[in-house]
């Protein structure tokens, strides 16, 4: 059964940090590449950081540029996003995806909320 569960979501202040993390099962990890993306309150979906399937690679939406960094261990079917500098309009549901060619999964998401 494939399963992502994130986890390390919660309440912080502007400027504090925050270390989510999406344990996997069910499917070969080493195969995936894998995103974390972020929905806020009415508006859309967005990416907000990629890794590749070996870690090789990775990408990271403007505006957490310099601020998140994006990691995964193979061994261990972890995928992580520790995020620094947070600020309020980090707030947001974070879910993580796995995708290997047509395949999708996705996880339930954690809440982060940046406020004073």
């Known amino acids: 059964q494939v399963q992502l569960v994130e986890s390390g979501g919660g309440l912080v202040q502007p400027g504090g940090s925050l270390r989510l993390s999406c344990a996997v099962s069910?499917?070969?990890?080493?195969?995936?590449?894998m995103s974390w993306y972020r929905q806020a309150p009415g508006k859309e979906r967005e990416l907000v950081a990629s890794?590749?399937?070996?870690?090789?690679?990775?990408n990271y939406h403007d505006s957490v540029k310099g601020r998140f960094t994006i990691s995964r261990d193979n061994t261990k079917k972890t995928l992580a996003l520790q995020m620094n500098s947070l600020k309020p309009e980090d707030t947001a549901m974070y879910y993580c995806?796995?995708?290997?060619?047509?395949?999708?999964?996705w996880g339930q998401g954690t809440q982060v909320t940046v406020s004073s």
């Open positions: 995806k796995a995708t290997w060619g047509q395949r999708a999964y």
């Open positions: 890794i590749s399937s070996l870690g090789s690679y990775t």
């Open positions: 069910g499917f070969a990890l080493s195969n995936y590449a």
